[in-house]
């Protein structure tokens, strides 16, 4: 086979499998280095081996193969029992119990295996998203707002503190899960966010599905954590949209230009379902508040019309709970709605400096100053916002409004 085809067909096996590869491997023991290891060992061999032989009809069985074994070999050399007994099969063979693969909780015990309490918090998210979730450096880094050199370097150092600690991985059960809900729920976010900002520009993965599948699963075996029904409400009700995102051209269309006919109804039921269970009883955090946004966002389905001024007071909130960029975007666009162009702009000249690096803050500021009348200051705004845009749909559509403005001029 051409080097090239065999390749290519490594990547694609390894973006898909990798993180049930790992997760797999991992659940045992809880040790993530050492799963990690074993898949990139495996892939190494699968470069020589599938170049001389061809590549196998279950490649990621075979790559699984490949790595339980070598697996295998580091428990026997350290005279520990090897946890899959009774199954040696040759990488020939490809001897595999698939339905094990397909098993989705597993990546969920792996993230709380990351989200240790003697892993730096700061370093739990990133490494969940990616040993255990598959994600690189710089997607990690996009949705965390972090330069992909920084990140990288991140997640080397926790992987060598790991390596050389004597902690104690097991895979916790879930009577531990409320301990480590905070950091696992943000790499589940942090997955279906990630999935929106490059799902056009490289192959999908629908890692948005899975996120939305672990955020329901997480909220169903912590019933009591409201929280994590917040979570579950927003992934849900996010994704109920998706199908109207982009018209029958692919062209991006707006929140609100979207038809409400094309938004999915039993998904939209479940995030209402999980709104109500999360309850009123307790403050609620920034994922529940988040969710509550959306589900005014999708009342807009059955009353024909957008409360901003309810938007623009849930989103106030999670701003004080935990400020984030994005959340001083959304309030930005809500305030405009309410006060006019002016007000919204002062919400986003409070961001600071981070704003001139994050696309959606230039997008808001291009179209408030085009609304304000500051047809010049937009056009910049808008030339700032294409640079850092790589996704052609969007691309098009904030060249389209540039290019509105402009005629205004």
């Given at each position: 086979m051409d080097d090239r085809l065999t390749g290519r067909t490594i990547e694609d096996v390894v973006r898909t499998a990798r993180p049930r590869l790992v997760a797999f491997l991992a659940a045992p023991d809880g040790d993530l280095a050492g799963a990690e290891d074993a898949v990139s060992d495996a892939v190494e061999r699968a470069l020589l081996t599938w170049r001389r032989d061809g590549v196998p009809?279950?490649?990621?069985?075979?790559?699984?193969?490949?790595?339980?074994?070598?697996?295998?070999?580091?428990?026997?050399a350290s005279g520990r029992l090897d946890p899959f007994p009774g199954d040696h099969p040759s990488p020939g063979a490809a001897a595999v119990d698939r339905s094990a693969l397909e098993i989705p909780d597993r990546r969920l015990a792996l993230m709380a295996v990351a989200a240790h309490p003697a892993i730096h918090p700061a370093a739990r998210t990133p490494l969940m998203l990616n040993t255990v979730l598959g994600l690189t450096a710089q997607q990690i880094g996009a949705v965390m707002l972090v330069p992909r050199v920084t990140m990288a370097a991140r997640l080397t150092r926790a992987k060598k503190r790991i390596r050389q600690s004597d902690i104690a991985f097991e895979v916790p059960g879930v009577d531990e899960l409320p301990a480590r809900l905070t950091s696992i729920r943000d790499a589940v976010y942090g997955a279906y966010s990630v999935e929106w900002e490059f799902s056009a520009s490289e192959p999908r993965s629908d890692l948005a599905g899975e996120a939305l599948f672990l955020a329901e699963l997480l909220a169903e075996l912590v019933p009591a954590d409201a929280e994590s029904h917040g979570l579950a409400a927003l992934l849900c009700l996010s994704a109920a949209r998706s199908g109207a995102r982009r018209d029958e051209r692919g062209e991006l269309v707006p929140l609100a230009e979207q038809d409400t006919g094309r938004w999915d109804d039993p998904l939209l039921e479940r995030g209402r379902e999980h709104l109500r269970r999360a309850g009123t009883a307790e403050s609620p955090g920034p994922y529940r508040l988040q969710a509550a946004v959306q589900a005014v966002h999708c009342a807009r389905r059955d009353t024909g019309v957008t409360e901003w001024d309810s938007i623009r007071r849930l989103l106030s909130a999670p701003r004080r709970l935990a400020p984030t960029v994005g959340g001083s975007v959304a309030l930005a666009v809500a305030t405009a709605e309410c006060d006019g162009p002016n007000a919204g702009l002062s919400v986003l000249d409070e961001i600071g400096p981070r704003a001139e690096r994050f696309q959606p803050a230039l997008a808001?500021?291009?179209?408030?100053?085009?609304?304000?009348?500051?047809?010049?200051s937009s056009l910049v705004a808008y030339d700032r916002a294409l640079a850092l845009t790589t996704e052609p749909a969007e691309r098009r559509f904030l060249e389209r409004a540039r290019e509105a403005a402009r005629r205004t001029s």
């Amino acid at each position: 086979m051409d080097d090239r085809l065999t390749g290519r067909t490594i990547e694609d096996v390894v973006r898909t499998a990798r993180p049930r590869l790992v997760a797999f491997l991992a659940a045992p023991d809880g040790d993530l280095a050492g799963a990690e290891d074993a898949v990139s060992d495996a892939v190494e061999r699968a470069l020589l081996t599938w170049r001389r032989d061809g590549v196998p009809d279950r490649p990621e069985a075979w790559l699984l193969t490949v790595a339980r074994n070598r697996r295998r070999d580091g428990w026997r050399a350290s005279g520990r029992l090897d946890p899959f007994p009774g199954d040696h099969p040759s990488p020939g063979a490809a001897a595999v119990d698939r339905s094990a693969l397909e098993i989705p909780d597993r990546r969920l015990a792996l993230m709380a295996v990351a989200a240790h309490p003697a892993i730096h918090p700061a370093a739990r998210t990133p490494l969940m998203l990616n040993t255990v979730l598959g994600l690189t450096a710089q997607q990690i880094g996009a949705v965390m707002l972090v330069p992909r050199v920084t990140m990288a370097a991140r997640l080397t150092r926790a992987k060598k503190r790991i390596r050389q600690s004597d902690i104690a991985f097991e895979v916790p059960g879930v009577d531990e899960l409320p301990a480590r809900l905070t950091s696992i729920r943000d790499a589940v976010y942090g997955a279906y966010s990630v999935e929106w900002e490059f799902s056009a520009s490289e192959p999908r993965s629908d890692l948005a599905g899975e996120a939305l599948f672990l955020a329901e699963l997480l909220a169903e075996l912590v019933p009591a954590d409201a929280e994590s029904h917040g979570l579950a409400a927003l992934l849900c009700l996010s994704a109920a949209r998706s199908g109207a995102r982009r018209d029958e051209r692919g062209e991006l269309v707006p929140l609100a230009e979207q038809d409400t006919g094309r938004w999915d109804d039993p998904l939209l039921e479940r995030g209402r379902e999980h709104l109500r269970r999360a309850g009123t009883a307790e403050s609620p955090g920034p994922y529940r508040l988040q969710a509550a946004v959306q589900a005014v966002h999708c009342a807009r389905r059955d009353t024909g019309v957008t409360e901003w001024d309810s938007i623009r007071r849930l989103l106030s909130a999670p701003r004080r709970l935990a400020p984030t960029v994005g959340g001083s975007v959304a309030l930005a666009v809500a305030t405009a709605e309410c006060d006019g162009p002016n007000a919204g702009l002062s919400v986003l000249d409070e961001i600071g400096p981070r704003a001139e690096r994050f696309q959606p803050a230039l997008a808001a500021r291009a179209r408030l100053l085009a609304d304000a009348g500051r047809v010049d200051s937009s056009l910049v705004a808008y030339d700032r916002a294409l640079a850092l845009t790589t996704e052609p749909a969007e691309r098009r559509f904030l060249e389209r409004a540039r290019e509105a403005a402009r005629r205004t001029s």
